[in-house]
């Protein structure tokens, strides 16, 4: 499956938007980018996924480049209990790499 | 049932005995996936089944490691003669689709080797 490289940690204000990026330069044609994210003491919780078109559901929207080489995850007014660990994934054949993800931290 | 219900929540066991974890996936999901979570890390992969096949267990990271899946709903992880290493947070997904994707999270179980 497509390797992901996302920044270890980001911080944002209550509020604002807060923008992740993640990288998957080696992702293929026929294969989504997924994103989870990761309360403590809580398993991944599914945020959203896409293929080439941007998305948006009531959680999120979803930028993926032209070149689908890299992707933002966008929550459009940050809450404090958008705190947590976010993943951007590539599943392939059932198997999925996590990573470490990026760590936000909603500030107030 | 409305979720993936994984249990013990919490299992402490002394090193050398023998754990059974089990995952309750969400009725009907036809793949099944078990991770493991070290602290202050990302879930790595262990196993994959779709319905009772196990399609993929190359993260298993030894032959103590054990999963089934007998009747294509319930599964259990078996860990023989536990090692300190073996602490984490086990984690199970199940997904609609074949293709595993979209996977719902149980909240895991964490083991503790003392």
């Known amino acids: 499956d497509a390797k992901t490289t996302q920044p270890p940690s980001m911080d944002c204000a209550e509020g604002r938007a807060a923008n992740l990026p993640c990288n998957h330069s080696?992702?293929?044609?026929?294969?989504?980018v997924y994103w989870y994210r990761q309360i403590h003491s809580q398993g991944p919780q599914y945020i959203i996924h896409g293929l080439k078109n941007n998305e948006t559901n009531e959680m999120a929207s979803l930028i993926i480049t032209e070149d689908r080489k890299s992707s933002t995850l966008i929550l459009p007014h940050a809450t404090l209990r958008d705190t947590a660990v976010y993943y951007c994934?590539?599943?392939?054949?059932?198997?999925?790499?996590f990573g470490d993800g990026t760590t936000l931290t909603v500030k107030p | 049932g409305a979720g993936v219900s994984q249990s013990p929540r919490y299992k402490v066991a002394k090193r050398g005995q023998d754990v059974a974890l089990r995952c309750d996936p969400i009725?009907?999901?036809?793949?099944l996936f078990w991770y493991q979570q070290a602290l202050g890390q990302g879930p790595e992969f262990l196993t994959y089944?779709?319905?009772?096949?196990?399609?993929?267990k190359s993260g298993l990271p030894s032959d103590r490691f054990f999963a089934e899946r007998p009747e294509g709903s319930v599964s259990t992880l078996k860990i023989q003669r536990t090692q300190q290493e073996d602490s984490a947070v086990y984690l199970c997904?199940?997904?609609?689709?074949?293709?595993?994707?979209?996977?719902?999270f149980g909240s895991g179980t964490r083991l503790t080797v003392v």
């Open positions: 009725s009907g999901h036809v793949s």
């Open positions: 994934i590539v599943p392939n054949a059932g198997k999925s790499t």
């Open positions: 997904a199940s997904s609609s689709n074949g293709q595993g994707y979209g996977y719902t």
């Open positions: 080696t992702i293929s044609g026929n294969e989504y």
């Open positions: 089944f779709q319905n009772e096949a196990q399609l993929d």
